[in-house]
């Protein structure tokens, strides 16, 4: 089984430094997967496009992403929720890249947790280093109010992945996000109970490969995330979305339909299709990061896409939401939520709710209603939100 980060990028940067109180914890694992995998270890597929740059030039700002999704009409910013990230080898910089990136963008500080399950990796790694920095600046970016537990896999294997995954389930964690994935296997059903816990929303992106389904986010108890080319207006606010033609999106192998699905069989057929949301991916139209670990001679601002940017987001967005409810969301109830909030093509739900992205194509075309490369869609969140808090 080969395994890869979900991490598109174009270059931007910066040099500053600040201080951020960042608590580190070496804990035993409190579970071990169902099943042992053999295989590649995961690795990020990242992509450069020009270079880093020394100060903040380019690449959408959180406020930019928050307007566009409609999440400057939210008042809720994540209090009380703790999102975990979950990614191997970590950053040895990240306390100090998310403050810098706060700093840019006028955030409040954070509260970072960072977690060694498996205890501290013998070595660090470039590619995971900015992915974790992806991962935590935008979850915090999406729900400011929110703490973010890091919990930092071993290596890059399964096996210490999902005992990240385990960890964070049992320490807290209101939602997981999984900016990684790789290509599905035979016993993957035997992990689902991992994603199985009340209380607890599980993201995972969909992957940078284009057309085919891949594991984690093949689980129909995981939130999987594809990608989108989001373009704006000139003040700042939605103007369009195509399906990004590196998106994953297929029908899982092994994991059946799961009812949530059931009125996109002409699309799915009797397997589990993924992605089911969208969120913007494009390297062309991506996000601002803050990396001072040197990758490949470069460090400083970036500009990132992949589907990896949808997962810290998206978990973000379902920690806003739990803020205000009695029982905060889990994947059983979250996923079937979304599609019944949707429907069917063109109800009121969908407008109301969601961006239906119908042009562009991964391999499949996306069109009206879902479909495998943008899934549901992308957010209205001033409204979805909403929605989500009201749902049982």
Known sequence: MSVRKAVWMTGAAVTLTASLGVVAATVPATAKPATQVVGALARPPVHLKGNATSTYQSGYSPSQIRTAYGLTQVSFTGAGQTIAIVDAYGSPTIANDLQVFDNQFGLPAASLTIAYPSGKPSRS????A?????????AHAIAPGAKILLVVAKSA????LV????Y???HGAQVVSNSWGGSEFSSE????????HAGVVYTASAGDSGA???????????????????????????NSESAWTDSGGGTSAYEARPSYQSNWTGVV????????VAWDADPNTGVAVYDSTNYQGQKGWFVIGGTSVGAPCWAALVALADEERSTPLSNASLNADLYNIAGTTGSSGYVNNYHDVTTGSNGYSASAGYDLVTGIGSPKANSLIQQLVNAP
């Open 125 to 128: 790694d470039s590619g995971w």
């Open 130 to 138: 900015l992915e974790t920095s992806l991962d935590v600046e935008w």
């Open 157 to 160: 294997s399964i096996s210490d």
């Open 163 to 166: 005992t990240a995954i385990d």
């Open 168 to 170: 964070a389930t049992s």
């Open 189 to 196: 059903t035997s992990y689902d109970s991992h994603f199985q």
């Open 212 to 238: 085919g389904a891949e594991w984690p986010a093949a689980s129909p108890y995981v939130l999987s995330v594809g990608g989108t080319s989001l373009t704006l207006n000139s003040n700042g606010t939605y």
């Open 269 to 276: 057929g009797s397997q589990r299709g993924i992605p089911d």
